[in-house]
């Protein structure tokens, strides 16, 4: 059992380790998780993401009503990256209602575990490394994600 002050601790760890990558992102990768995937979100975060554009974004194959009622946008395609992404930067990045994945990403803490997206080109080049061993020093687990666990975070570890 993690106490609450090891949460607190995880917390700021995972943002200091999220914010250490941000020129990164933006210089090297040219934020490639915003160019090539899939997002899980809810009708909210769809009319954030998309600037309005929901329903005509609805009539193609770059999102799709799911059944449970959130919206799966897919983000990939030749010039079609992420709606809110211009010039490699996210538009809505300082929004409180961005999704959980794009806050979080690519490193996960939930409960007692922590999770690297594997499809990111940091974690790849390990720069997120010494923030990880603080956190396991912490008592934290690493688990391992598949190629496309991040993109369905909201579905696997969605609040009940």
Same mark, same amino acid.
């Given at each position: 059992?993690?106490?609450?002050?090891?949460?607190?601790?995880?917390? =700021?760890?995972?943002? #200091?380790?999220?914010?250490?990558? $941000? *020129?990164?992102?933006?210089?090297? /990768? @040219?934020?490639?998780?915003?160019?090539?995937?899939?997002?899980?979100?809810?009708?909210?975060?769809?009319?954030?993401?998309?600037?309005?554009?929901?329903?005509?974004?609805?009539?193609?194959?770059?999102?799709?009503?799911?059944?449970?009622?959130?919206?799966?946008?897919?983000?990939?395609?030749?010039?079609?990256?992420?709606?809110? =992404?211009?010039?490699? #930067?996210?538009?809505?990045?300082? $929004? *409180?209602?961005?999704?959980?994945? /794009? @806050?979080?990403?690519?490193?996960?803490?939930?409960?007692?575990?922590?999770?690297?997206?594997?499809?990111?080109?940091?974690?790849?080049?390990?720069?997120?490394?010494?923030?990880?061993?603080?956190?396991?020093?912490?008592?934290?687990?690493?688990?391992?994600?598949?190629?496309?666990?991040?993109?369905?975070?909201?579905?696997?570890?969605?609040?009940?």
């Amino acid at each position: 059992m993690i106490d609450s002050n090891a949460v607190k601790k995880a917390n =700021l760890i995972a943002n #200091k380790a999220r914010k250490s990558i $941000s *020129k990164f992102c933006y210089e090297e /990768c @040219k934020s490639y998780c915003c160019r090539k995937g899939y997002l899980v979100l809810t009708e909210k975060e769809i009319k954030l993401v998309t600037h309005g554009r929901q329903k005509e974004l609805e009539k193609t194959p770059i999102l799709k009503k799911l059944d449970n009622g959130k919206y799966s946008l897919f983000f990939g395609g030749k010039d079609e990256p992420c709606p809110a =992404l211009k010039n490699f #930067k996210c538009t809505i990045h300082k $929004s *409180k209602n961005r999704s959980s994945t /794009c @806050k979080n990403f690519p490193l996960f803490v939930e409960g007692k575990y922590i999770r690297l997206s594997p499809r990111c080109l940091a974690v790849k080049q390990d720069k997120l490394y010494p923030f990880v061993r603080q956190l396991i020093k912490l008592g934290y687990k690493q688990q391992e994600a598949e190629s496309n666990a991040d993109i369905l975070y909201d579905v696997a570890f969605e609040k009940k």
